[in-house]
């Protein structure tokens, strides 16, 4: 029902956009930087907090308005700053990679769906796919099984479960190119784009594992009932949008190519 609740919730900001996404992404980050100044520094958490949710509010705010520059710039003075607290290396890079982690993505998530005129298909095309990798990744594992990715990584996580969480997405980005009705080459083109982002979700949700291993915590709150908390529900969404976000900031005319004439 939690799970429910939130895609129906996600799918309904991101439909109508603008302030109600902004809005969205601006609660999570909200809920995120809480999440992660309590896993890595629970010594002083209020702090960490403060900057991390100051970084990534902004971030998300400057996004709304077009101006991912700023916004990154922004976020990056304000992850740089907090890291001044910190005495070691690693306690740095903790903390000026943690904000960055956390209010990058969902910046970049409110500048996909403002980019005109293939926004939301953007969107819509990432949650497809990203929920099917992960619910046949969950179910292939299970069903499937056989060895595991790594108990330094995760120790429930298996190679069935990626292969078959890729093959998912690949049949979703497939979906995806004929629903937006793509020219029939670049059909296929989507075939390998699903498995790319289905691919770096599954691997944001290990790299979440990792963290929370590394920190010595089950999940990172308990906010979601079910869940964890909200880096544990979009650790996926939030990989797959800096790949999106990446390869849409350096080649523009992509979309163009990859939908036809949209929903």
Same mark, same amino acid.
């Given at each position: 029902?939690?799970?429910?609740?939130?895609?129906?919730?996600?799918?309904? =900001?991101?439909?109508?956009?603008?302030?109600?996404?902004?809005? =969205?992404?601006?609660?999570?980050?909200? =809920?995120?930087?809480?999440?992660?100044?309590?896993? /890595?520094?629970?010594?002083?958490?209020? +702090?960490?907090?403060?900057?991390?949710?100051?970084?990534?509010?902004?971030?998300?705010?400057? /996004?709304?308005?077009?101006?991912?520059? &700023?916004?990154?710039?922004?976020?990056?003075?304000?992850?740089?700053?907090?890291?001044?607290?910190?005495?070691?290396?690693? #306690?740095?890079?903790?903390?000026?990679?943690?904000?960055?982690?956390?209010?990058?993505?969902?910046?970049?998530?409110?500048?996909?769906?403002?980019?005109?005129?293939?926004?939301?298909?953007?969107?819509?095309?990432?949650?497809?796919?990203?929920?099917?990798?992960?619910?046949?990744? &969950?179910?292939?594992?299970?069903?499937?099984? #056989? +060895?595991?990715?790594?108990?330094?990584?995760?120790?429930?996580?298996?190679?069935? #479960?990626?292969?078959?969480?890729?093959?998912?997405?690949?049949?979703?980005?497939?979906?995806?190119?004929?629903?937006?009705?793509?020219?029939?080459?670049?059909?296929?083109?989507?075939?390998?784009?699903?498995?790319?982002?289905?691919?770096?979700?599954?691997?944001?949700?290990?790299?979440? /594992?990792?963290?929370?291993?590394?920190?010595?915590?089950?999940?990172?709150?308990?906010?979601?009932? #079910?869940?964890?908390?909200?880096?544990?529900?979009?650790?996926?969404?939030?990989?797959? /949008?800096?790949?999106?976000?990446?390869?849409?900031?350096?080649?523009?005319?992509?979309?163009?190519?990859?939908?036809?004439?949209?929903?």
């Amino acid at each position: 029902m939690s799970g429910l609740v939130l895609a129906i919730g996600g799918v309904t =900001a991101a439909y109508f956009g603008g302030p109600w996404l902004a809005g =969205a992404c601006g609660a999570a980050v909200v =809920a995120m930087s809480y999440e992660w100044a309590r896993m /890595s520094e629970p010594e002083a958490t209020t +702090p960490a907090f403060m900057f991390a949710l100051a970084g990534s509010l902004g971030a998300v705010m400057f /996004s709304s308005w077009q101006y991912l520059t &700023y916004g990154f710039v922004w976020l990056v003075a304000c992850a740089l700053l907090s890291a001044t607290r910190r005495r070691s290396l690693t #306690g740095v890079i903790e903390t000026a990679g943690g904000a960055i982690y956390i209010g990058l993505p969902a910046a970049l998530f409110v500048w996909l769906r403002d980019r005109a005129p293939e926004g939301l298909e953007t969107i819509l095309a990432l949650f497809a796919i990203i929920w099917a990798a992960d619910i046949f990744a &969950y179910f292939g594992g299970k069903i499937i099984g #056989g +060895p595991k990715i790594g108990r330094g990584l995760s120790p429930n996580k298996t190679w069935s #479960g990626i292969v078959s969480g890729v093959a998912a997405g690949a049949v979703a980005g497939w979906g995806c190119g004929t629903l937006f009705h793509a020219e029939p080459n670049y059909r296929m083109a989507w075939l390998a784009i699903g498995a790319l982002i289905a691919f770096t979700g599954l691997m944001g949700d290990l790299f979440e /594992s990792f963290l929370k291993r590394r920190f010595g915590v089950k999940d990172a709150s308990r906010l979601i009932p #079910g869940h964890g908390g909200v880096l544990d529900r979009i650790d996926s969404l939030m990989a797959a /949008s800096l790949l999106v976000g990446a390869a849409l900031a350096f080649g523009p005319r992509a979309t163009s190519l990859l939908f036809g004439t949209g929903l």
